[in-house]
């Protein structure tokens, strides 16, 4: 479905009365893809902890020199969970400028995500990007359909940036993301963004607190503590400068780090 087929109403079968973190993730960076639940939920959680606005533009920043730094090192498969509504440089734009023929595979559970997939599948000839609709909790279904299009006996950077907060303690995320790495190669990479609860730790809560009043159930977020992002890398050792803030994760420009960085972690590890 195309961007104007969207103009008229939401998808099919697509709620709309409750915010869902793609569409309040949309709002945040100032998009059009979102209905009024979620600008109120996005709203309603800056208005709590204004530094919510520059950790959404840092997660991207962040995103982008991590992809390019699998680039670099040799990696050209990405598997990106919870990839979000798309925006400027989409982790195959990213990685495709600096290798053609990189591979990734999107995955989110927004129909709206969907509805704008073509975006995401504009790969490069030489190269090939795919999308499934599929929650993070899926992972076996993840995998099969990833195979399609990644050779798991080859290096694959895992992205899950912003997107394990929705999973909460009862459903074991640091158990959803071990499985996943298990069936990467060595040489692969994890890159993990997470909000944090141990940084403006009262603001964050309360931020959390009204956003989670307005999302449905499934989508509810958790912060964690540095120590709990750090157990998501166990099985990899992680690159320097370990698990930082957003702007220090190797920033670009030295005036950069620790500046407008958010409250939120961020890493990556290689697997051994």
């Not at 996005?42 to 995103?63: G, H, K, Y």
């Not at 990839?83 to 195959?92: E, K, L, R, Y």
């Not at 099969?144 to 997107?163: I, K």
């Amino acid at each position: 479905m195309s961007e104007d087929e969207t103009k008229g109403g939401p998808p099919a079968g697509f709620h709309t009365a409750q915010a869902h973190p793609a569409r309040v993730y949309d709002a945040w960076l100032g998009g059009k893809d979102n209905y009024p639940a979620d600008q109120e939920a996005a709203e309603q959680a800056a208005s709590a902890n204004p530094e919510i606005i520059d950790a959404v533009r840092a997660n991207r920043a962040f995103l982008g020199r991590a992809v390019r730094e699998s680039v670099q090192a040799g990696v050209r498969q990405f598997l990106d969970i919870g990839t979000g509504i798309p925006a400027a440089d989409n982790t195959h734009e990213v990685a495709q400028r600096a290798a053609p023929e990189c591979r990734v595979v999107y995955v989110d559970n927004d129909p709206i995500v969907l509805a704008h997939a073509r975006a995401l599948l504009r790969s490069a000839p030489q190269g090939r990007t795919d999308y499934l609709e599929a929650d993070l909790r899926d992972v076996d279904g993840i995998l099969q359909h990833a195979a399609a299009t990644l050779d798991f006996g080859r290096p694959v950077t895992l992205v899950l940036a912003a997107v394990l907060q929705y999973v909460p303690d009862a459903e074991d995320p640091h158990g959803l993301t071990r499985r996943l790495l298990e069936a990467l190669a060595p040489g692969s990479r994890l890159v993990v963004s997470h909000p944090a609860a141990d940084i403006g730790r009262e603001q964050v809560a309360e931020s959390m607190r009204r956003y989670n009043e307005r999302a449905a159930e499934h989508a509810a977020a958790t912060p964690r503590t540095r120590g709990e992002v750090d157990r998501f890398f166990e099985g990899t050792s992680l690159l320097e400068p370990g698990i930082v803030p957003l702007a220090e994760w190797r920033p670009e420009a030295p005036a950069a780090s620790g500046r407008g960085s958010g409250p939120m972690w961020c890493g990556v590890g290689r697997k051994e």
